[in-house]
């Protein structure tokens, strides 16, 4: 499967998806053999939200104040939905 092309963003990779890759992190393939499209975006949301949560507040820090508070306002929400689980 061939990796989706790489573009830079404010010196860090991001994945064709919007994804962003802290330096030495990678992408891990799950094969998506026998997943539909509804099950690959489902997947693809839970990477994507599990990333945010785990972004470095330096990192967070960098980014424009618009991205900045959006990223803030996600995290937590995500933090209270867990709770709240």
Request: charged letters at 10%; aromatic letters at 0%; a neutral charge.
């Amino acid at each position: 499967m061939q990796q989706p092309p790489m573009q830079q963003s404010m010196g860090m990779p991001v994945m064709n998806n919007g994804m962003i890759l802290n330096p030495g992190q990678s992408v891990v393939s799950t094969g998506n053999v026998g997943m539909n499209d509804l099950q690959m975006q489902e997947a693809q949301k839970s990477q994507l939200l599990l990333q945010v949560l785990n972004l470095p507040q330096q990192t967070i820090d960098m980014l424009p104040p618009e991205q900045r508070n959006h990223v803030l306002a996600l995290k937590q929400q995500l933090l209270l939905q867990t709770r709240q689980s």
